[in-house]
């Protein structure tokens, strides 16, 4: 009887081996250079839940970030995205349990209020201050847990994995597990080429929400690599190209999306440009911490009981494949499916072929927990048994191969689950 | 206290008053000519459900038809698409149970055999036949169903509210109630401009799905309006284009999507073609009948509470309209929203943002259950209990008007309820 062969999809990299790095402790302290805190200041009720998360360099260092391309953007967000156009930054002040989104131009005067406070504590310029929030939107931000919290969390600055694991629980919302990486390896940026070790470190959160809201994605990275502002836009940039944005728990994007890097440049050795030897490494390493957390939040997905990767190959463009990954990854249908650990490919065929791009439905390939369930646009048949062992796993992946090109994609989405609506449908109180 | 006035939304065409026309009984057997059927013929193993229905003409007729933009699109489509192209038809034969999707060749072959038994045993052409399926894919099609339940459909064929309401049950899938529609006006087509009496009926089914498979949704519409094919055409593809393509249960597109139109004539009068005065008329009616059997798909979405419809006015074009309209319409926290009573304007407000319709955020107003919740950006005070109230009437409206210009858009959806996870993440036994 003729095998057949699973899809080939592009090697993931996850792996940081594949550059030479290797997984190390620290959190975004990983970074040298770098502290962080994570206390209560009051945004919450809970005296005991973290809710405000300082990150600073020791001095003014580089920075490079990412923001929501919803209209509806945040006032933090306008704040940050004019101020780290400069690249560089001393300091990252994030809240949860406000967004001060839709909040208008009293919202706007909070901001930058509330980086004044962490400037003025902290010794720095404003503008050296960048400011990120998550919860509630339409409500005008309280200033008095900035004006006890900011002293109290300046305070508790430290260079440890500890206070890099309270800035990350200080940014949760319905996130039910906090999200770190860290990694470190050698890059030959020193005097005449010797290796330095460089750290990439840093904290997301990701789906969660207060009522009544949206998911946002809040990120933090910091990297003591001597990395000119112009090449840590670049590696962030094309990280988050692909992996924050190949996320997708539920297709909704939020008003307060953020990602932030600092590089110190503490590690020592010769600056780092776009054109430096050194810099696919870094880049690389950058890329690796983003998949890193980007895969955190689709597994930690608002009621999500499994990771999914989706893989389109045989596109023929990148656009096509991401549209119709994509187009499989937002499938109600395809993610309840899974939630209900049925490998049903029909699904995954029907979304496929619902989104606009072109190709020939008897020419496609469709593997389901990396088993072929169809070649050439027809079903094969299925030991259902396997597949529901199959789907024990904590990971399902989905491949398919359109036939037409050799472009591909790959999103991280989570399934469906009672829990999902139970957590977005729950009438707030 | 100054009185903030709802969004002014364009006028409902649900009324068939506002045409002259008013509604009346027998489903698609309403139009004179026509005669329906729905049998059981083993397409499903419950001997006491409909699983096959026939509309028929008297006589070959006019016919328009749209179908699925699937690009896996099912043996079925593929036939009725060639067959519809001609601008006539006698028959359409349409079965629950087996979708004769991802098929292949046995399966084109299957569908032609279909119609062929149709035709040899109505005496007709076999091209005058059109075919539609809905249920499970990947499955070849049983014949012994058509050779056992063509004839008996033959046989039971009426022109009756009784016969129409079997042929609509005969469709459903996981459709909690039949979806019929008819209604009869005068229309200024006899000779000399003499009015004569119009019917328009019809049935679909949607939102139903049957493990492993999707959503399809199937439209039989009938007039006894003379209409020549091209205004058939036209009628129809302008219809379905404002109503049925503006219904999102769940974002996916089926395999199977299928709407038909027969046109019989019946009524007598002059042809009506593109230009007549008569065709504005008909085309309200068609529009009317087709709208309010979408209204009817989105209300028995699956698991669905409440049908939701989405206004967008004020926007640059129609395009963008619906670009936003849709965003709102499918976003799962949208939707969990209101399956929790949860008049989220801040979820409306970023699925509005995220789909890449340029906008001012403090130019935007929005509405929920008609009452002004933001305007220019900005939330208003908001009278919970007042909502909840609205809340419990069987429909929901959301009006967003983004204050760029004058298009505007509307779209119908259902919640998203623990229901239609229960629906769709059932494993398949």
New interface residues.
Partial sequence: METISPIAVPASVTDPSSFGFAPCEGGICAAEGIKAAGVHSGFRADPNRRDLALVAADQTCVCAATFT?????AAPVQVSRERAAKGHARAVILNSGNAN????DPGLKNALASAAIVAKVLGCDEQDVLVASTGV??VQMPMTPYEVGVPAAVEALAHSAEAAHHAARAVMTTDTVPKEVSMAGPVACGADGTEVTVHVGGFVKGSG?I?????TMLCVLATDAPLTPAAAQKALSAAVYQTFNKVTV??????NDTCILLATGAAGGEAIGEDSPAFATIAAAIRCACENLARKIAADGEGATKLVTVDVVGAASSKDADTVARSIA????VK??I????A????V??????C???????G?DIDFLGVPV?RA???LPMDEDDMLRRFEEPEVTIAVDLGVGSASARIWTCD???D???I?????T
Same sequence: chains 1, 2.
Avoid at 330 to 333: A, G, I, Y
């Fill in positions: 391309q919803n209209r509806f953007c989104a839709s909040t208008g939107i339409g929400m009522m009544p809201n949206m998911a539920d297709s909704d994007t939020s008003t937002n499938s109600p249908l309840t499916a939630f209900g650990h049925d049903n490919w029909g699904r065929a029907g979304a496929a072929g619902k606009g791009v072109e190709f020939d439905q008897y496609v169809l646009g027809l079903p469906l689950t009672h999902y609506v139970t977005n449908g729950d009438y707030r």
